[in-house]
């Protein structure tokens, strides 16, 4: 791994190369150790360490970025001269905002020395292997065990100086039969003791021996149960670009003029928080501003939308340090999501449910229209009918269409206890969900696939 000294080197020298231009560099540098697992083998160890160096030049009205993984001074050199020419290239868009000029410096230290030693390649053989003994025939085991540790700095010709480094350790499994039984968990950690092996294979080998010989139900409305990845996949997409300065400038969000309204159940509240040990960020975004704790809904009322520099500009407002860079867009998003548990476990809400369909997670997940937050998906991995209080059966998967909107208007109850994701735009730690009137507008001849 880069040490933060090398990193602020490579900054300055992309800087000094862009000196006469308004010029922010970002270098980011991941070391990751994977173990994966496929037909109950380790069939592959991988490590890999990878950097990248983005500068990005600006003018009043335009901005031209260019990554590069070379980092010696000659390929840092051609990089900011590629980006300086292609600016020249760009025709003028809207107003760009000034670069972030304070405070000088902001280090978020987040690395566990004592997680990275306890799953080095050995270590994560011996816990797979422990797994695999707990298997019989015919079920096989997928997945994966990754160690990921990153840093990252930026700089800009204010002279702002930024660094982070952290780690955590991802263990992703599926277990699955011939005649379509699966079940899939995971399970996040940024200290040793949040991974167990063992409670993961058990846990997931019980899904998959329960998810047998499913019953076909005809689609209509149902009340759900939401295990806490159904969330997930539920309110991904439309958290991040909900709350987004961005998309509501744009009049693309459900919270489109909005803000300040009751627009879901009032047992909802979800914060957007990088100093919660549960969904830990770091202190700055990517445009080097301090990163600022909101509450998004306070019991059904949307209270605060994130901004970047950008749509701050455009709404008379100010940053929030929530600059984010995903899937190839640059906009204002949360990045450290909890939404407030209730007071029942989800053990107890399901002892306590007379009939619901109990969903595990979604896949093939789309936005209708955004604008509504309307979403389709397909269950999967898991999708049983509960009955007096009990698992009774599993259920053929079925696609739901449904607006999120609507669903959190139709709160039954809120589990106490969440699980926390790892996502490519950050983290989110959230709980199960009971929802009434769930609309489901298909069957699916989708057959669960090995992977996870």
């Known amino acids: 791994m880069l040490t933060k000294e090398r990193i602020y080197q490579l900054i300055d020298t992309a800087l000094g190369y862009a000196c006469g231009y308004q010029a922010k560099v970002e270098v980011s540098n991941s070391a990751q150790g994977l ?50 020419s292609n600016l020249e290239l760009l025709p003028d868009g809207e107003p760009q905002p000034a670069l972030v000029r304070e405070p000088a410096e902001i280090e978020t230290i987040r690395y566990n020395q004592e997680l990275q030693d306890s799953f080095d390649v050995r270590t994560r053989a011996q816990i797979i292997a422990a797994g695999l003994e707990m298997i019989p025939q015919p079920y096989r085991a997928y997945g994966q065990l990754t160690q990921e540790t990153l840093s990252r700095g930026i700089g800009n010709s204010e002279g702002i100086k930024r660094y982070s480094k952290a780690n955590y350790v991802i263990f992703e499994l599926l277990i699955s039969d011939d005649l379509g039984g699966t079940g899939r968990g995971v399970q996040i950690a940024r200290i040793p003791d949040e991974i167990d092996g063992n409670a993961l294979f058990s846990q997931v080998l019980t899904k998959a021996k329960a998810n047998r010989d499913p019953v076909e139900l005809e689609p209509g409305t149902y009340t759900v149960i939401l295990e806490p990845q159904a969330v997930m996949d539920l309110t991904m997409q439309a958290l991040l670009f909900g709350f987004s300065g961005t998309m509501v400038a744009n009049k693309a969000s459900f919270l489109t003029d909005l803000l300040g309204e009751k627009v879901v159940s009032d047992q909802i509240s979800l914060y957007d928080d990088w100093s919660d040990p549960l969904v830990a960020g770091d202190a700055f975004d990517g445009e080097g501003t301090p990163r600022q704790k909101l509450t998004l809904i306070e019991k059904g009322i949307a209270v605060n939308l994130v901004h970047d520099q950008l749509s701050a500009l455009r709404m008379g407002t100010t940053s929030t340090g929530h600059a984010l860079n995903v899937y190839g867009m640059s906009l204002a998003a949360p990045t450290n999501v909890v939404m407030a548990g209730g007071d029942k476990t989800l053990a107890e809400i399901i002892s306590t449910t007379e009939r619901a369909l109990l969903v595990s997670r979604f896949h093939y997940m789309n936005a209708v229209n955004m604008r509504q937050a309307l979403m389709t ?40 206890d969440r699980v926390n994701f790892a996502e490519i735009f950050g983290a989110m730690s959230l709980p199960a969900l009971v929802i009434a009137d769930f609309h489901f507008t298909g069957k699916t001849s989708f057959k669960d696939a090995k992977g996870v």
Request: hydrophobic letters at 45%.
């Open 377 to 416: 998906g397909i269950t999967r991995d898991g999708f049983f009918l509960i009955e007096n209080g009990k698992v009774s059966r599993a259920v053929s998967n079925m696609r739901f269409t449904e607006s999120l909107v609507m669903a959190l208007n139709k709160i039954i109850a809120i589990s106490s």
């Open 35 to 84: 173990s994966r697992i496929a037909n109950s083998e380790i069939h592959q160890n991988v490590f890999e360490e990878k950097t990248t160096l983005t500068v990005s030049i600006y003018a009043p009205q335009k901005v031209s970025s260019i990554s590069t993984n070379i980092l010696s001074e000659a390929g840092i050199a051609e990089a900011v001269n590629e980006a300086i």
